[in-house]
């Protein structure tokens, strides 16, 4: 029982700090966001006409656009990912150091389960966008055939 309510508080506690953590990136670091927003503007336009040239059945442009869009893509994913979970794990350590000094004895490593209910939850959010992308992209290509 000790444990559910362990894992409840603390994927509720995630859920807060990644609240924090966006309203502090948003005070904090307006600039950066401001670019990663323009990177992912362009993304989405080049995506919109690899889409095109697929409805125009024109696969060289086709490829072209995905190319740029995958020299573009990675680097911000990659950007994004190491700044936004840095700037999390640094909010959520106080947390994992409150729960290692007084639960230790009730949940044994409860530091690294902390850690790994995090990256759990990072990973099917992750994976849930990416697949929400995906189907998007597929419906907007239906869309133009």
């Known amino acids: 029982m000790i444990s ?3 894992f ?6 995630i859920l807060l700090t990644e609240r924090i953590e966006g309203f502090l990136l948003r005070k904090l670091f307006r600039g950066y966001l401001e670019n990663i927003e323009k990177i992912e503007e362009k993304i ?3 995506n919109f006409y690899s889409i095109l040239a697929v409805a125009a059945k024109n696969y060289e442009a086709y ?6 869009i995958s020299e573009m893509y990675w680097p ?3 950007r994004k990912v190491m700044f936004n979970t840095s700037f999390f794990f640094i909010l959520l350590t106080p947390y994992m150091l409150l729960a ?3 639960l230790n004895d009730v949940i044994p490593n409860s530091f690294s389960w902390i850690i790994f209910i995090a990256v759990l939850y990072f990973t099917a959010k992750l994976g849930y966008s990416l697949i929400r992308e995906s189907v998007n992209a597929w419906r907007s290509a239906r869309h133009l055939e």
Do not use: M
């Open 44 to 46: 989405e336009e080049y």
């Open 4 to 6: 559910i309510i362990f």
């Open 8 to 13: 409840a508080v603390t994927l509720g506690v």
């Open 63 to 68: 490829k072209g656009f995905q190319q740029i």
């Open 76 to 78: 911000l994913f990659f």
């Open 100 to 102: 290692h000094i007084f």
